[in-house]
Structures are given as structure tokens and as C-alpha cells.
């Protein structure tokens, strides 16, 4: 709480997501920030009505604040004058005493739009010196934070998330240290310099605070709480909010600094953090001292601590360490993982222009990290990322390893000025990931990927532009708009501006703006510069609206004048779309016709002279248009296209509308395709388009193409294959695949799972024998579990079941809570009563805070048994509250929402009963509190103690 002088006619601020915001003076009475703690939005609506009943009034500043209705804030006057003015509270109070049919639904709040965040100083160096103990979950530190005033102020905010604080000193204009007063509300910390600060005075700041196993930004693992196969590691995770957890900083991405981190710890673990190892010495008795220096400014979510056991394996690039840090039992899977990373430093260097920036580059492995995290040089990764040679069959992490490294320069170099150009970093990433497949696999492999990105960009982009500043939380912004999106228009402006002028682009873009954050702006303005061209109409249509052109393209051909006729047609509901589309069409001589256009009204005609009917109609040829694509050719014409198109996706797209006319004659010609096509994703297409036709044709096509070599191939052939229920052959094919196995892991895991929809007798025999066999991340157990949870026999929730134990490894215990949620989905109606309750036991029992994937199974099958779930409605609402992850509360609160919905309505007055209750009892107490902070409004400074919680007050 932030204290303020009596005779000062101040205004305090409530804020019910945890937060202070302190209004500036603007509502014209003044203001001064203060947390009043989390509230669920039934609390918030006694808590305003209380204090509208008591007098208080609402802040005009902050009428929406998160931009959602369930944060609310309040405005108190501290000098005892109350005014009732409360806009929520009063309004609340009576929706809930009405009954619900006569409560009118709120107006729906304004968006509350984002913007970069003020920078009253600018942050020059953070130094971090910590005590880490893995066991205590436990990091006690200093943090010295340099700065220089940017305007006249008094006082300084970091963001620090309950943070226990011992001391707060510092100097301003090169002076003696001294002690500052702070305020520290659980969500920030407030450093008082006692004395206005004028612009450009160089002030420092030097907090010693304490935290234990932060919610979040921080994560620590232990044997003892996460299972037998989890070390004593922590790892950091700040993008996009989160380092404020463990360390006070300016959380947000405008702001670079350099940073040192000093890290102490038990001689038997080793630090990892961003730039140059300075040194390592010995700390005392069983300790050791890392110190770790980045001199090139970052911004604060780039901080990166990882402390554990780790093998080393170092090499060299142009005279830089590249490190690879792993499990010690791992490392003879270094060279199948990680052996492409120089190559791909060479790519990045030379393409870009500008040279990999940083002292280093390491990329360090972690227990139960997803995913991959751009630390600047030091790439935090998760174990799963790590291959043998037998995985490397069916998947490699190159993708992942390019888009990490990528980040170094979009993302670290240059990095988005605010989370709503968060493309600026996802979408570089995504695209120079897809980059470096074509240089490195071809430009087949470039093709098929950019095929699945399109996928998601379209059904990803419909309802908000990629430059969105509506969000609730930085969070939101990390979909598909900012991923395959962002690169699909990295990939449109490549194809316009040719390659050798979008490298151009590139290379300036990232000399001119290296070390500073930028927006879409900037991008577009480089581009306007090296090609003299107005691109604001490119950057309209692709990122400041949401939805993308549904083009339908129809050829007619005019006999009497030679002449094909292509009409093009916008069919979206919004304005047209302005691009140019490319039209190839071939005729039985084999010559080929490309015509060019810009497309800029919702229906336009091309006339195309031609010497005979065309064979063969290519439109969008290089992928150069993100579009919902529909062509009216005739059949033929497709069938060309299936055995001709040079691309790919040509041939994809032929194969998935061939597969719609379900005749002999269509069978063959893709059953043809299937063993003539030379790309196996061309061929996993196909194989995907026969299983849906069926019939005898399909159905030995797909089993030829189990002896496949590519073992991508084979697996998609299993896929397909379940398609045939109860078929002998099939039968016997699938079941010889999984006696004799295969030299891929996925396809004897696809073996299993399509045994399982065959709706044979001897599926648990068949299949169980798996649960036995070692594999890499329990691939095989994980997929007999999940082919069994298919059979209808009471008896294998006998062998699911006790997987979901602790005893189990956290990947056999993501299968079998999935097992389970499958299972008991599709038998609640026969399940007896015990039984139902052995399962939401153990559906509940992997709630735990810990492993976020196996929360988020749990979660969802609860959600799915619907009122079954009802007795693990309470574990769920905890979860929706209090879950430190945002994507299990919305989750939670989902599968709550269904359950209640799903309830007898008996029921819910009784539960509806029970939390009044409780209501009743949470408003006495906030009650006492209000009456309690009332007294201290002008009681002057809060006594000095040796330690201050969150919510401490302190003064010198």
C-alpha cells in the first residue's frame, strides 16, 4: 500500500487483478496507486457494492481497466470526504439481487487498447546477484539497477511480483548511496528518491529481496515433488511478462539494457545465462560462484537463468563457443540434434548481412520445458527436442532449433516495440525457419510447409488483424496471426519485391534498427525506401485487418476465339484485397502461358489467347497469395494436375479434389499418384484421400504402400487404413507390423492405434505387450495406451488406469490421464458408481501445479464428463483462479462453466447456496480490512522493519 501525508488530498486506487495504476491527476482529484490483492468477479461485485454503500467513488481514468469487465478498480478518498459516484458497484449489487430474468445484460466495455509503455527512465545496466537453493525453491538477490532520468521525477517503479524486500538503497546524480523509501504492493515496487530528479540524472537503484517458488517466471523441479526422473533444475521463462517474478526489472519490451547475473550455487550444479562467462570461483563450503556478463543491451524478458546438472559439449564458429547443454546421459545425441546449428549460423550471417551479434551461442535442454525460448545467445530448449538416430527417422528439431536461432536477430537484435508487432519477432522467426528448410531440404519441403502455414494464417487471422492492441494480455497475441501469419506476409513481400531486393530489405531493416525496438512501421518504411513504391496499401491489407481474400477462380474456354477466359472472384463478405495473381496455362504442345495481374476489384476477367484447349490450369503458381483458393475446371484438367504440377501443393490440391468424386476411375488415378509421386507429403496426401474413398482399389494401394521406404509414407498408409473396419487383409497387415515392428517408432505407434479402430476381438492382446517395450519418451506405451482406451472392455481401465501414478513417467502419465479422459468419455453411461469415482480421482489427482501438460489433459476430461465431474467442480474452480498458467485457468473455467451447465438445476441452488455463504464471510472480512485501512489513511509512515512483504510500506 502506498502511504501518503494527511494534508495531501490524495486518491487511492483499487485494482482487482492485482495491480496498481495510478490515474496521473487526470480525473482532476488526484491519485495515488494501491493494491487491494485478487478477487473472483463474484467477490468484486460485493466488494463494490460495499463500497459504494460506504461512499466511494469510481475512477473516470480507468473505466475498463485489462480491457475486461471482471477488473474493476475504484477510486477512495483518503481525506475522509466520500463522494457515491461508484459505476460498477452500485449497478452490480442490484443484478445481483434481482432475479436473473429481470437483470439487463451490461452495455459491452470499450476495447482497452495497448500501447508501448511510458518510460519516465531509461534502464542502462541491471546487475543480478543471487543465491540460488534448488532444494528450497528458494533465490535471495540484489538486484543494482542504473538509470538515467528522462524527465523530472521523484520516484521510480519496477515491476516485482511478490517479492519479499529486506533493503532499498541508492544515489542520485553520482552521490553516496543511502537508504530510499519504497512501497511494495505485491505487484511492483515504488523507489522513493526523497528529491525531484531532473532529465538526465544518472540515479541507481539497489534492491534486496527475496523470492520462493515463484508462481511463475522462475520454474524449479525436484525428485521429490515431480517423480523419480526429475532433477534438481530451475529454469527462466520471461516472455512475455514473467522475469518480473524473479527479478525487479521494467517488464516490458521498450526497454533494452545491458545485464550482468552473479549466481551462486551448489558446486555440483552449473549457471547458464545471457553473453560472456566472466568467471567461476569458489563461494565457501560446497559452493560455487558463476558470473555471467552481457554487454550488448536487451530487453528484459531475454534474461535467461538455467541452473542444473549439464553435460557440456562445445565447438567452435568463427571464433565464437558454441555450447550444447544436455542431460549427462544425453549426450551422445548431441551431433543427431544439434548437428546443423553452425551451418545454420553461416545461413543467418550470410543471407541477413549482418553476423550473429552475441559473445556466444548456447542451447541448453530442460526437464519439462516446451517448446524453444530466444534467450539472447543462450536458447533455452526442453528434452524433447533431443534425437537418436532412430527418431531422427520420422522427425528432426531443426525447424524449432532455426526459428530460436532466427530470434537472435528478430526478436534480440531488433525487438518489437510493443506486443501488439509481436509478428515483427514470431513472424521473422517463422518464416526464416521455413527459410533455412528450403536452403537446407529444398524447395519441395518449402512448399509443403508454407501449405500447412497457410492452414493455420487463415483459420488464425479472421477475427483480428496482426497488428491488434484489443488484447487482455500479452499472451493472447502469441496465435496464429503472429507465427504463420507473420510469415505468409515476410513470404508475399519476398515474392513481390523478387529475392535479391527483399534481401536488400532485410539487411537494412536489421543495420539500421539493430539494438532498438521497432513496429510494422518501420519495416514498411524500409521497404518504401530501397524500392521508391508506396507499400501502405500491402501492410492495410495484411496486418492492420483481420481475414484474408476467398478467390474463386473458373476457366471457360472460347473455341471460336482461341482464347481461355479466367474470371476471378473475391467471394469474402469484406472490400477486395489488392494482390497480383500469376495464371499458368499449358496446352497439349506444351507450351506455357503465364499471365500476371493485379488483382484489385472483387471480380475481374483475363482473356488469355491460346493455340489449342488448355491441358493444364496452374493458379498462384509460387505460392504468392494467401487465399482460400477454389478453381471450376473441368476434371481432366485435375487429373493433369495431379501427374504434372511441378509444386507439390498443385498436387496436393489435385488430390483432394479428385478424392471428392468417389469412382473407380478416381481410385485409380490416385492409387497411381500414390506410387508414382516422389514426395512423401504429396504421397501422405494422397494416402489420406484414399482412405476416405475406401473400396478395393484404395484398399490395396494403401497396404502396397506399407513396404514404402520412407517411413513418413508407411505411417500415413497405417492412418488411412483405419478406414476399413473388420477388413482381413488390413487385419493381418497391420497386426504382422506390430509382431514384427518397424524400424520407425511412429509408424509401430500408428500400428497400434489403427489396429485399435479395426473392431477386432484381439485388440488387448495385441496391443498390451507394448506397455513392456523401452522406447524413446515411452512413444510405444504412450500409444498402447491410447489404442486401448478405444476397446470396449471394462477390463483395460485396469491397465490405464495405475499409469497415471506418480511412479510413472511424466510422458506414460500424459497418455494415460489422455487414455483415461478417452475412455471415460466414451463409457459414462455404463460406468457404476466406483468406478466413476476411481476415474475423477485420478483425473483430479494430476491437477497438481507442476506439469502444466498433464494439468491440461486433467482438466479437459473433466470438462468433457460434464456432470459426472460435479463432485470435482470445487479442484477446477481452484485451478481457474489460481493455476499459474494462463491457458489452464481459461481451460479450468471452460470445463467448470460446462459442467455447471450440465448440471440438474437442484444442484446448483445448493452449490449457489453454499457460496453465498462464503460471500458472506470474504465481505465481513474485507469489511474489517477497509475499516482497518481507513485508520491508516492518515497515520503517517509505516514503522521500519528488517524485512517487508508484498503490500509493505517502507520509509527511512
Not at 11 to 34: H, N, Q
Not at 129 to 157: C, N, P, Q
Amino acid at each position: 500500500m502506498t502511504q501518503t501525508s494527511a494534508r495531501t488530498r490524495r486518491t487511492m486506487v483499487l485494482c482487482f487483478d492485482g495491480e496498481s495504476r495510478d490515474c496521473g491527476g487526470a480525473c482532476g482529484k488526484g491519485c495515488a496507486g494501491m493494491d487491494q490483492g485478487r478477487a473472483s468477479p463474484r467477490r468484486q461485485v460485493s466488494v463494490l457494492a460495499i463500497l459504494a454503500a460506504r461512499g466511494y467513488h469510481h475512477c473516470p481514468r480507468f473505466p475498463a481497466y485489462r480491457g475486461s469487465p471482471s477488473y474493476r478498480s475504484v477510486r477512495m478518498p483518503v481525506c475522509g470526504r466520500p463522494r457515491v459516484a461508484c459505476r460498477l458497484g452500485l449497478a452490480a449489487a442490484v443484478l445481483v439481487a434481482l432475479p436473473p430474468g429481470l437483470a439487463a445484460p451490461p452495455a459491452p466495455p470499450p476495447p482497452d487498447l495497448k500501447f508501448a509503455a511510458d518510460r519516465p527512465l531509461d534502464v542502462q545496466h541491471i546487475k543480478l546477484e543471487l543465491a540460488v537453493d534448488l532444494e528450497k525453491k528458494r533465490v535471495d538477490g540484489t538486484a543494482t539497477i542504473t538509470m538515467t532520468a528522462l524527465r523530472t521525477v521523484e520516484s521510480v517503479t519496477f515491476d516485482a511480483v511478490d517479492f519479499v524486500t529486506q533493503t532499498v538503497a541508492g544515489s542520485v546524480g553520482g552521490g553516496g548511496p543511502r537508504e530510499l523509501a519504497y512501497a511494495n504492493d505485491g505487484r511492483q515496487i515504488e523507489v522513493f528518491f526523497g528529491q525531484p530528479v531532473a532529465a538526465g540524472t544518472p540515479v541507481e537503484a539497489r534492491i534486496t529481496y527475496s523470492v520462493e517458488d515463484p508462481k511463475d517466471g522462475l520454474h524449479f523441479f525436484s525428485p521429490k515433488e515431480d517423480g523419480p526422473e526429475a532433477p534438481y533444475q530451475v529454469w527462466s521463462q520471461g516472455e512475455s511478462i514473467e522475469n518480473r517474478y524473479w527479478f525487479p526489472c521494467f517488464d516490458h519490451p521498450n526497454e533494452m539494457q545491458t545485464t550482468e547475473l552473479i549466481a551462486t550455487v551448489d558446486e555440483k550444479y552449473k549457471v547458464l545465462s545471457n553473453g560472456k562467462l566472466v568467471g567461476q570461483k569458489a563461494a565457501g563450503p560446497g559452493k560455487v560462484s558463476y558470473h555471467w556478463r552481457q554487454d550488448q543491451p536487451h530487453v528484459a524478458y531475454l534474461v535467461t537463468l538455467v541452473v542444473g546438472d549439464f553435460a557440456i559439449v562445445e565447438e567452435n564458429w568463427r571464433g565464437k563457443p558454441v555450447q550444447y547443454w544436455v542431460p549427462p546421459d544425453r549426450v551422445d545425441e548431441v551431433q543427431t540434434t544439434f548437428g546443423n546449428t553452425t551451418r545454420m549460423l553461416d545461413f543467418f550471417s550470410d543471407h541477413i548481412g549482418v553476423e550473429y551479434a552475441w559473445d556466444k551461442y548456447a542451447q541448453v535442454c530442460c526437464y519439462q520445458y516446451g517448446g524453444g525460448m530466444e534467450n539472447t545467445s543462450a536458447t533455452t530448449l526442453g528434452e524433447r527436442a533431443l534425437h537418436d538416430a532412430r527418431s531422427k527417422l520420422d522427425a528432426t528439431a531443426d525447424d524449432l532449433l532455426a526459428h530460436e536461432m532466427a530470434h537472435q536477430w528478430f526478436g534480440d537484435l531488433l525487438t518489437c516495440r510493443d506486443w501488439a508487432h509481436i509478428w515483427l519477432n514470431e513472424g521473422f522467426a517463422s518464416y526464416f525457419e521455413a527459410l533455412w528448410g528450403e536452403f537446407d531440404l529444398g524447395p519441395d519441403e518449402f512448399a509443403y510447409d508454407l501449405w500447412q502455414k497457410a492452414s493455420g494464417a487463415i483459420n488464425g487471422g479472421k477475427q483480428f488483424p496482426i497488428v491488434h492492441r484489443a488484447y487482455t494480455s500479452p499472451d493472447q497475441q502469441f496465435d496464429s496471426r503472429a507465427y504463420p501469419k507473420g510469415a505468409w506476409v515476410l513470404h508475399m513481400l519476398r515474392r513481390r519485391l523478387g529475392d535479391e531486393t527483399f534481401w536488400k530489405v532485410i539487411n537494412r531493416y536489421v543495420s539500421t534498427h539493430r539494438h532498438q525496438t521497432v513496429e510494422t512501421a518501420d519495416l514498411r518504411k524500409t521497404v518504401e525506401e530501397l524500392t521508391g513504391g508506396s507499400w501502405e496499401r500491402f501492410f492495410y491489407d495484411w496486418t492492420e485487418r483481420p481475414g484474408h481474400p476467398v478467390v474463386k477462380v473458373r476457366l471457360d474456354w472460347r473455341e471460336d476465339e482461341k482464347a481461355a477466359e479466367v474470371t476471378v472472384e473475391q467471394t469474402q463478405e469484406v472490400e477486395a484485397f489488392h494482390f497480383p495473381l500469376t495464371v499458368e496455362l499449358r496446352t497439349a504442345d506444351g507450351k506455357a502461358t503465364v499471365v500476371r495481374r493485379d488483382v484489385t476489384d472483387k471480380k475481374q476477367t483475363l482473356l488469355v489467347p491460346l493455340s489449342g484447349r488448355p491441358t493444364l490450369l496452374r493458379v498462384d503458381p509460387e505460392q504468392s497469395v494467401l487465399m482460400e483458393l477454389e478453381e471450376s475446371k473441368g476434371q481432366d484438367l485435375w487429373l493433369a494436375q495431379l501427374k504434372d504440377d511441378p509444386s507439390p501443393v498443385g498436387r496436393i490440391r489435385a488430390a483432394q479434389q479428385v478424392a471428392k468424386n468417389p469412382n473407380d476411375a478416381n481410385r485409380r488415378a490416385l492409387a497411381e499418384a500414390l506410387a508414382a509421386d516422389k514426395f512423401w507429403a504429396v504421397q501422405n496426401e494422397i494416402a489420406e484421400a484414399l482412405g476416405k474413398l475406401g473400396g478395393d482399389i484404395a484398399r490395396e494401394a494403401l497396404l502396397a504402400g506399407l513396404k514404402h521406404e520412407h517411413p513418413k509414407v508407411r505411417r500415413a498408409c497405417l492412418g488411412a487404413l483405419k478406414n476399413f473396419p473388420k477388413d482381413e487383409a488390413v487385419c493381418a497387415a497391420v497386426a504382422a507390423v506390430l509382431e514384427k515392428g518397424d524400424a520407425s517408432l511412429r509408424v509401430e505407434s500408428a500400428a497400434a492405434q489403427t489396429y485399435a479402430a479395426l473392431e477386432v476381438d484381439d485388440v488387448v492382446v495385441r496391443v498390451t505387450p507394448l506397455l513392456e517395450r523401452e522406447s524413446r519418451r515411452d512413444e510405444l506405451r504412450s500409444a498402447a495406451l491410447s489404442a486401448l482406451a478405444q476397446v470396449d472392455d471394462a477390463a483395460v481401465l485396469e491397465l490405464i488406469l495405475p499409469r497415471t501414478g506418480r511412479e510413472h513417467s511424466l510422458d506414460v502419465r500424459q497418455a494415460a490421464v489422455g487414455a483415461l479422459r478417452k475412455y471415460a468419455v466414451r463409457r459414462q453411461l455404463v460406468l457404476d458408481g466406483p468406478t466413476q469415482q476411481r476415474v475423477l480421482d485420478a483425473l483430479a489427482a494430476c491437477l497438481e501445479p507442476r506439469m502444466r501438460r498433464l494439468r491440461m489433459t486433467a482438466v479437459e476430461g473433466l470438462g468433457e464428463l460434464g456432470r459426472l465431474a460435479a463432485p470435482k467442480l470445487e479442484e477446477l474452480r481452484r485451478v481457474a483462479a489460481a493455476d499459474p498458467d494462463g491457458r489452464v485457468r481459461e481451460a479450468a473455467k471452460r470445463a467448470a462453466e460446462r459442467i455447471e451447465q450440465d448440471r440438474p438445476s437442484q444442484e446448483q441452488i445448493s452449490d449457489l447456496r453454499k457460496q453465498l455463504d462464503e460471500m458472506k464471510s470474504k465481505n465481513e472480512e474485507l469489511l474489517r480490512r477497509l475499516e482497518k485501512l481507513e485508520a491508516r489513511a492518515g497515520a503517517g509512515p509505516a514503522p521500519v522493519s528488517a524485512s517487508q512483504p508484498a503490500g509493505a510500506v517502507h520509509s527511512p
